[in-house]
Structure formats: structure tokens, C-alpha cells
């Protein structure tokens, strides 16, 4: 089942709507001759086309996150090499891949059970 969909703003659903991954983040891996980006909360951001060039910057991204307790570096920079590194590394993309799906199903359930709460309320 792929629920993929690049933009969610033009199928007219709801940022809610969509699956949490979607709506937050997504990579693709290396295709032959495309140009790489990550897709995050919406805004498109261009990635160097060099394989090695970015697994360093998804590398250095998730230590400076280890870092989080100095100025300006902090733990929001682990989540975002991790993505980075999702496009090129397939052990990543599967850890990824699976947290989108975990968070997806909890939100969907949590959204569930607080419209049940409202109707039993009203």
C-alpha cells in the first residue's frame, strides 16, 4: 500500500489528512540523472548531487545534533541527517520508512480517539 503523494496542498486534502511522513519530511533515493531533494514541512530543499557529499552532511548533521547542549547546535539536527542520510543509505531509509509508518498509525489513532471523546461529549 503507497500512500506517496508529492503534493498534498494540490489534491486539496488537509495537511491532516496525509500520512505524518508526508506531511513532514520525505527523501527519495539516488535515480540516475535526477536531481536530489528533500521535501520538508512543505518547502523543497536542494541536496548536493555528489553520493559522498551528502552522506557527510547527514553524518555531521546527526554528531552536531549529539551536541545538542552548545549554542546553536542542538537535537532538531539529528532528524534532519538522519533524512538526509535516508537517500543513500538503505538501512536508514528502512529505519525511516518505519518510524513514518508507526508515527502515521499513533496520529491516526489518536485522531480517532479524540473524535470519539467529542461525540461522547456533545
Do not use: C
Not at 489528512?17 to 513532514?24: L, M, Q, S, T, V
Not at 540523472?33 to 520538508?40: E, F, H, Y
Request: charged share 30%.
Amino acid at each position: 500500500m503507497d500512500n506517496r503523494t508529492d503534493r498534498i496542498e494540490d489534491e486539496g486534502r488537509h495537511i491532516a489528512d496525509a500520512p505524518i511522513g508526508e506531511a513532514f519530511a520525505s527523501s527519495e533515493p539516488d535515480v540516475a540523472g535526477q536531481k536530489q531533494s528533500m521535501r520538508l514541512f512543505g518547502r523543497n530543499f536542494d541536496l548536493p548531487q555528489n553520493r559522498w557529499l551528502r552522506i557527510s552532511i547527514g553524518t555531521l548533521l546527526v554528531i552536531g545534533g549529539l551536541f545538542g547542549f552548545l549554542p546553536v547546535l542542538g537535537i532538531w539536527m539529528v532528524p534532519l541527517g538522519l533524512i538526509v542520510l535516508s537517500i543513500d543509505l538503505p538501512v536508514v531509509r528502512r529505519l525511516r520508512r518505519r518510524s513514518d509508518v508507526w508515527a502515521t498509525r499513533r496520529y491516526r489513532e489518536w485522531k480517532t480517539k479524540r473524535a470519539q471523546e467529542r461525540q461522547t461529549r456533545a
